[in-house]
């Protein structure tokens, strides 16, 4: 992509300016060709300056999410091949399944500025305001028994956990299965949906929505959620967590497909619990229980002392304390 090209040309000479006609030259395009691509990163939010005998330069370095970035921070993955950018959307997840459907689809990341339809687990509502999160969801096709699709949510979680805390500084907790605590609310959720045979996966989508830079919250949710500028007092770049994510998301994934290694997921999972060793209340449809939450298995499983003081793995349900 010429566009993902010419900026990673003024990044690089990001203290100078680079003239049009060095990049036309390199491209091997027209110096229209290049002017027309400047204004276009303009668009998209890049402070690029211009003078009439020296060219181009990059006046700042820090941007948020847009198609370009994200496409530099996909540039020769293997595990995700495609971004897809929208302004806005009903919902992410939807748009993934849709992508699903069509034949060969390739992995995807679907990231949008906001939802007017955000959906959340058991049929509820994720409030996605415009800029104010990272609302998006994976698309994949992964080479595992669908029995053992719960480990891709925790694989999930393990990321945009490491993530997080690599990027901001701050220090979040896992809720298993699928919860990111922070300070003991949440902040982010993950919804994932699949379309399998019995012994095959067709696509899973991992639907990720992180609160970022809200401040607010529906009244029904204010006591339980919370964003990363509540907790850290200021703002966050949400480029830099998504590419982090990719990061790391890539590299689990990778240890689990090719190297059939779970383990170092769950142990990161395990050490960075919001929920093991104590009593829990376990809910599965109108079904609640009080266990002790023990450990977690290689499987993702949640191994629990039941009521009669027996050890179970429990496969899924929502955890409270
Ligand atoms: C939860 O209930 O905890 C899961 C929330 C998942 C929200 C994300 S936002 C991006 C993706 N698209 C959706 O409609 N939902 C997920």
Request: net charge negative; with cysteine; charged share 25%.
């Amino acid at each position: 992509m010429m566009r993902t090209e010419i900026i990673k040309m003024l990044q690089t000479h990001r203290h100078d300016y680079i003239s049009g006609e060095e990049i036309s030259k390199i491209m091997n395009v027209s110096r229209t060709a290049v002017w027309k691509i400047i204004n276009q990163l303009r668009q998209e939010g890049y402070d690029i300056e211009s003078s009439p005998h020296k060219g181009y330069r990059l006046v700042s370095q820090s941007c948020d999410l847009n198609q370009s970035e994200l496409e530099i921070a996909l540039s020769g993955n293997d595990v995700i091949k495609r971004v897809v950018y929208l302004q806005s959307i009903d919902s992410t997840n939807k748009y993934a399944k849709e992508l699903g459907h069509q034949e060969n689809f390739e992995s995807t990341l679907v990231i949008a500025e906001t939802q007017t339809l955000g959906r959340g687990r058991l049929g509820r509502t994720w409030a996605s305001g415009e800029k104010q999160g990272i609302w998006m969801s994976l698309l994949l096709k992964p080479t595992i028994q669908p029995t053992l699709a719960a480990r891709m949510t925790l694989l999930a979680a393990a990321a945009v956990s490491e993530a997080i805390d690599a990027a901001t500084g701050l220090c979040t907790f896992i809720k298993w299965p699928n919860d990111i605590i922070l300070d003991d609310k949440k902040v982010c959720g993950i919804l994932t949906e699949m379309s399998a045979e019995l012994n095959h996966i067709n696509y899973l989508v991992l639907g990720i929505g992180i609160n970022v830079n809200q401040i607010e919250f529906p009244a029904e949710i204010q006591e339980k959620a919370t964003s990363l500028k509540n907790v850290g007092g200021q703002d966050y770049n949400r480029l830099e967590i998504v590419v982090k994510f990719i990061e790391i998301f890539s590299k689990y994934y990778r240890l689990l497909i090719e190297e059939n290694d779970f383990g170092t997921v769950i142990e990161y999972v395990v050490r960075k619990s919001a929920t093991l060793d104590r009593e829990v209340d376990v809910t599965a449809g109108a079904n609640k229980r009080r266990v002790f939450a023990k450990d977690i298995d290689e499987n993702g499983n949640l191994i629990v002392i039941n009521e009669s003081g027996e050890e179970e793995a429990i496969f899924y349900g929502e955890v409270s304390v």
